[in-house]
C-alpha cells in the first residue's frame, strides 16, 4: 500500500476526481487537503504529515502555480531532503509552456506584484485585524516569490508526465507504474498466492515450499501488477530430485486468465508439449505484453517433497 498526497488547485479538481476513480481498488491511499485537513488541525500541522507520505502527486498547471495554498504546500513538502525522490509531478498539456525558461519569469512577476499589491493593500487598511491578516498573506508571497523561480527550475529538470486535462486510463497507468516501479525491482512474493488440488503451500516472501501427492494441482495468483508485463522470471527450483513426477512433468507455467502456456525461454523442449522437465534447477520466462496479472503453476500426477520454488524479477 502506497500513502500518495494529491497537492492541487481546486479549479483542477475534476481530473483529481478521475484519479480517484481509477484508484479505487489499487493498492494507493489518497490524501488531499480539503477531505483530509481536520478543522482542529493547522495547514502546518498537516504538512509536517504529508512529508511522512510515500509520494507526493503535484498536479502543475498555470491555476497550480498562481494557487498561494498550492505554493504553500510545495514550500513545505521540498524542506524535507529527500523530496526529490518523492515528488511526481503531473503536467496537464494546457500548462506546457513552463517548460520554457521564457515563461518563468511570468510567475515569478506574478507574486512580486502580488506582494506589492498586499503591500498597498496593507497601508490603507486600519482594522488592525485585517491588517494582520493582509501582513501573513503577504509573507507568504514574498516566500514565493523568493523561491517559484528554485521550483520551476525543478520542474524542467525532472521527468514530468504530461497527460490530457481530462485523465485517461493510459494517463492514469503512466502515473500509477510510476509510483510502483520501485517495487518491481524487488524480489515477487507469494503471500497473495492459493492453492488448488492436494497441495500444500508454506510461503516465505518470494520462496515457496510444496508438498503433496496429487493427481493434478497447482499454485496460482490472479493478484500481480499488470504493470510486470514484459518482467523476466526466474525460478530457482530445490528439491525436485526427492520429489516424484510422472514422466519427468515438472511442472508447467500459465499466464492471464486464459491460462496460457508459457515456454520458458531456457528450456529447449516440453514433456508433453506443457512440462518443464525435472533436470532443470532454474528456469527463465519472460511476462507477455499482455499480461493481466494472473500467473500459475501446474503439476500433475507428483509427489512433491518440500519442492522449493524462488522467484525472482530480472
Known sequence: M??????YSKKDEPIVIQFETFSWDKNIKLIRDNRDLSYAESIKEFMKKIRTTDFCLMIISDNYLKSENCMFEVLEFIKDDNYKDRVLPILLKS???ILHDAVHDKYTDYWNNENNNLGEALKKEEDPKIQERITRKRKKARNIHENI??????????????VDDDLTIDDYNKI???IFKDDWKDRPNFQKWSVWGDLTA???GNTVTLNGELAVGGYVTDALDIFLKDKKVTLKIQNAAVSAFSDDRMIKITVNRNDRLVH?????SLISGEYVPSSYDQIEFALPPDFDGKLGFVFYQANLKDLMITATYN
Open 2 to 7: 502506497k500513502t500518495v498526497f494529491i497537492s
Open 95 to 97: 500548462a506546457k509552456e
Open 149 to 162: 523561480g528554485d521550483f520551476l527550475e525543478f520542474l524542467v529538470g525532472i521527468k514530468m508526465i504530461v
Open 176 to 178: 500509477y507504474e510510476a
Open 202 to 204: 508454506s510461503p516465505n
Open 264 to 268: 520458458p525461454l531456457n528450456v529447449d
